[in-house]
């Protein structure tokens, strides 16, 4: 019997789920956990799937230890776990950046570790880390099969249009395009769709990744076809610290004008603008939900109006909108934000059932309102799971 782990390494955490195969040949969830604080005061904690803590641990004085440190002491806890008998027969990863080369997830070898670490100037803050959980693992275990899943691959076949800027073409021709992210989780989504309403997700949709990172995705049919992040995961929405679409105007002025260097600028547009930046507060929507400052409302106020230009984009590429569907952190847990949305959204047909949405849906739309919407949990772990699995048996 066999088992498969996804991992998820970014800058400071580590997420991780175990699935094993059960006697139907379906991917149960067994346990899964993170590890928090990289860099600072790492910690871990593993709980199963009925919510117990297997496992807990902290180096308060763990700034030093490196991701490898961490995945190692993760490594001895799963060569433990009771898996009565299932062995872990491969890893997959969550791969930001599979540019313009890799359009479907794929085994890991030397040479494709080389042409993603090419990707890492286009996801800076991403992909290194996402190379580094695969190294470190083939460190330990290097006859362990793993498998890369790109965030980018789901919006692979949209439109040539919806792919290029509005720059000379040669630049296009060396990868300065528009690729879109958070794919993995629209994937999930556009099959979670076809189960609970098939004619909903045979037409236009938008799909709303509303966590840290924050996205939307039309999708036509189920593919993607536009999406509003582009080259960066910077582009598009207001997010938790990043700005979301910007004049570039703006970005030679702090460069030209007002001195900053490229590094400054880096650091200000991902880490310190979106929600923070706003409401001087906090990047956690809940904070700011109870925070109660004018600053606060109005970063909260405008991440909602930019969702809803953004979403009426959207509706402009697919031609109408028949549905939404909120999904990640905000998108599965804030009411207040989905309702804000969505009375944005009523002059394209949406109308709200505030008591449905209050208590998270599924379906949040009243009966007879134009477009649908819906509440729907993504799951990026067992997306990359079903792939793994996959890409190993085919191999085998
Ligand atoms: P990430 O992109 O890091 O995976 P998440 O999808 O976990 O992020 O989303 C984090 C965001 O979701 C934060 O702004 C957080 O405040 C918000 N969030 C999580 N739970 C709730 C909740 N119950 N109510 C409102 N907002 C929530």
Redesign the pocket.
């Known amino acids: 019997m066999k088992a498969v782990v996804s991992l998820n390494s970014g800058s400071s955490s580590i997420k991780f789920s175990l699935f094993v195969l059960d006697t139907q040949g379906a991917l149960q969830f067994s346990a899964g956990g993170k590890i928090e604080k990289i860099g600072i005061a790492p910690s871990l904690k593993v709980r199963s799937v009925e919510g117990a803590i297997l496992l807990e641990r902290d180096w308060p004085d763990g700034a030093s230890l490196s991701h490898a440190d961490l995945l190692a002491d993760l490594f001895a806890w799963a060569a433990e776990y009771p898996l009565e008998g299932r062995e872990i027969i491969a890893i997959g990863h969550r791969v930001v950046h599979g540019g313009t080369e890799f359009a479907a997830p794929r085994l890991i070898e030397p040479d494709l570790l080389d042409a993603l670490e090419a990707l890492c100037p286009l996801a800076p803050l991403h992909q290194p880390h996402n190379l580094a959980a695969i190294r470190a693992i083939a460190a330990l275990s290097p006859d362990l099969p793993q498998v890369a899943c790109f965030d980018t691959a789901f919006h692979r076949d949209k439109p040539a249009l919806a792919a290029r800027l509005a720059i000379p073409r040669a630049l296009h021709d060396q990868g300065v395009r528009r690729y879109g992210f958070h794919g993995l989780s629209y994937e999930y989504i556009a099959r979670r769709l076809a189960e609970i309403d098939p004619a909903l997700a045979s037409g236009r949709v938008i799909a709303a990744h509303l ?3 924050a996205s939307l995705c039309a999708m036509d049919a189920g593919r993607s076809i536009d999406t509003t992040m582009g080259f960066t995961a910077l582009d598009g929405l207001m997010m ?1 610290t990043r700005c979301g679409s910007l004049d570039p105007g703006a970005v030679l002025h702090l460069q030209s004008q007002m001195g900053m260097s490229a590094a400054q600028v880096e650091e200000l547009l991902y880490k310190r603008s979106g ?1 923070l930046g706003v409401s001087g507060l906090s ?5 700011l ?1 109870e925070a109660g400052t004018a600053e606060a409302e109005e970063a909260m106020d405008l991440f909602a109006w930019r969702a809803g230009r953004e979403a009426g984009a959207l509706a402009s590429s697919l031609g109408g909108l028949d549905g939404i569907v909120f999904t ?3 998108g599965e ?2 009411a207040a ?1 989905r309702s804000r949305i969505c009375r944005r959204l009523e002059w394209l047909g949406l109308e709200i059932d505030e008591i449905a949405n209050a208590g998270n849906g599924p379906l949040i739309s009243l009966p007879d309102s134009k477009v649908k919407a819906y509440v729907i949990a993504t799951d990026e772990e067992r997306m990359i799971a079903l792939h793994t699995l996959k890409i190993v048996e085919k191999a085998e």
């Open positions: 966590g840290n990172g938790g929600l990047s956690d929507m809940r904070t939900a990640a952190g905000i847990n804030d934000m």
